[in-house]
């Protein structure tokens, strides 16, 4: 049997971002109010709850209005109206290289986030899409680091999900990227990387763990030589573009496999060496992201059988290394 959808949220989005689900562990102190629940679950003051139940911003999956001195049902599933911060804008576009009833893909601007998590909600692509589109269904099927451009593929409706999306669980997509970084003369191409990954939750950035058994696999397969260029600071030292093969999908692979090289990404805030992140600009329009020196990662080529229709498709970014924010529009 397979396995029992989860329910939709009753609670209608806001700007493009779902409602939050919250499911209620099974081992509870027995009685206690969903208030006392809440208190523990959301980082909310006493008040800002208060009113968020008060107003019906809590329900149930069939869409009753949750009261704060009702039991917490253990195992049960709350849906929470979500606080929508204000967020710095990515002024940057989001084009779009493909799309019919099943699917949409775009050429993924840098700093611009996937999906609506933590910090980064409206302000991302599936939020700003749902709205642009009218697609309130519309899901990523894979991932993009935050700061890496290129190509993205989403499903516009739930029942498109999981073909799709199965597609790059079992490695059925063939993912090339292309990179910016400092040249490798010695480097004798295909070259192949192999280790462990691991990235703990609440840690900024993966690390290799000596010794586990590989869950990691990257294939270098061209390397072509280029004159020093830059965005913001010019970086010292001649360049090259490398053409690379993720076998698998581990967050940070293709940043950490390069830094552990030698060769680590122009634009890189995070490998081999943490920097701090450039504050948000204030404009006349309010705070935008700082766009001057993006990470010169780009996914730059997908290809699979499509499940459904079983035909070949091949998508490919127009965008070329370097990636320079003059290339930009706003959005």
Known sequence: MGRRPRPSSPLPQRRGVDAARLTIPVAIPPGQSVLAHLRKRLPLAEESLLDLLARGGVVAPDGRVVAADEPAKPGGTLFVERDLQPEPRVPLPIPILFRDERVVVVD?????????????????VVAWLRVELDLPELTAAHRLDRLTSGVLLLTTERRWRRPYQELFARGAVTKRYRALAPLLPDLVVPHRIRDHLAKERGELRAHVVAGAPPNAETVIEAVE???????VEAPEGDRAVYSLRPVTGRTHQLRVHLAGLGAPIDGDPLYPTLRPEAPPLVTDEGQVVDVRDPLQLLAAELSFVDPVSAKSLRFASPRGLPLRPCDTMRR
């Open 225 to 231: 030589a280029v004159e020093a260029v830059g965005a």
């Open 108 to 124: 993924k601007p840098p700093f611009l986030a996937v999906t609506p998590r933590g910090q980064h909600a409206a302000e991302t």
